[in-house]
């Protein structure tokens, strides 16, 4: 990719996080509603009707791209024994806290800045680490003021205890989701669970060049204030 492309490429997520971090410019998200609608229907897992926030849906999980989505939405599709209806992949508060304020169920996935950021930029190259951590504190001080009419669940509750993190959900919203999975069927999930020794040792190490380049390229101030939002959301997150 070349420098100018992967210019454009960073610019064009600069303006959807700078309008998805805006809860009251989610109108203006509807190009990218759209642009998801288009991606849902060429998805087997996915229908068009999930694209975008409607009274249609029956619940809504989301959270800053690195932080489960796609394996809690996975996961979460295989407890259920009857259609569900799933708004998933939005990574946009001004999507989320509206099906929030119409009374439709949701599940925000958390992860500590280091691996969400770092997930990120690992699977957008383009993207500087910089500007992710950036995008991490938009996002969530963003969804800050909304967590009492959701549910958060962090990384290591929602790869090891989703089905309590459901139940949760039908405790606090009066919901009937189903909530049993077994530890066979969550591993088919999570690819991590399924890696050799070898291939979890060549993890460890790219994991080590992966964090040390989030703090070359990241200032101390920044991630200080992502970490304390972090922490934040964290003590507010389900427990089970």
């Known amino acids: 990719m070349n420098n100018l492309?992967?210019?454009?490429r960073c610019s064009s997520l600069e303006v959807r996080f700078q309008i998805s971090c805006r809860c009251h410019l989610w109108l203006l998200m509807t190009p990218?509603?759209?642009?998801?609608?288009?991606?849902?229907?060429?998805?087997?897992?996915?229908?068009?009707?999930?694209?975008?926030?409607?009274?249609?849906l029956d619940l809504v999980i989301d959270g800053f791209p690195g932080s489960a989505n796609s394996?809690?939405?996975?996961?979460?599709?295989?407890?259920?024994?009857?259609?569900?209806?799933?708004?998933?992949?939005?990574?946009?508060?001004?999507?989320?806290?509206?099906?929030?304020?119409?009374?439709?169920?949701?599940?925000?996935?958390?992860?500590?800045?280091?691996?969400?950021?770092?997930?990120?930029?690992?699977?957008?190259?383009?993207?500087?680490?910089?500007?992710a951590l950036r995008w991490y504190l938009m996002f969530h001080e963003a969804i800050e003021p909304y967590l009492d009419q959701m549910i958060v669940s962090d990384f290591p509750v929602t790869t090891k205890k989703l089905p309590e993190v459901v139940a949760g959900l039908n405790a606090k919203f009066g919901t009937t989701f189903g909530a049993q999975l077994s530890p066979d069927r969550?591993?088919?999930?999570?690819?991590?669970?399924?890696?050799?020794?070898?291939?979890?040792?060549?993890?460890?190490?790219?994991?080590?060049?992966?964090e040390a380049s989030y703090l070359r390229e990241t200032t101390a101030v920044r991630r200080g204030a992502a970490e304390a939002i972090y922490e934040r959301l964290a003590s507010r997150a389900f427990r089970g």
Do not use: C
């Open 32 to 56: 990218f509603t759209w642009k998801r609608k288009r991606r849902f229907r060429a998805r087997p897992e996915s229908v068009a009707e999930e694209a975008g926030v409607s009274e249609h």
């Open 186 to 210: 969550m591993a088919e999930f999570e690819p991590r669970l399924q890696q050799t020794p070898a291939e979890q040792e060549e993890r460890e190490l790219q994991k080590g060049k992966i």
């Open 5 to 8: 492309r992967k210019r454009l």
């Open 71 to 131: 394996f809690a939405t996975r996961a979460f599709r295989a407890m259920q024994e009857r259609k569900i209806l799933v708004g998933n992949h939005y990574h946009s508060p001004a999507e989320t806290v509206r099906a929030a304020r119409m009374g439709i169920p949701v599940l925000m996935t958390l992860r500590r800045p280091a691996d969400s950021v770092s997930s990120m930029v690992r699977r957008w190259p383009f993207v500087p680490y910089e500007s």
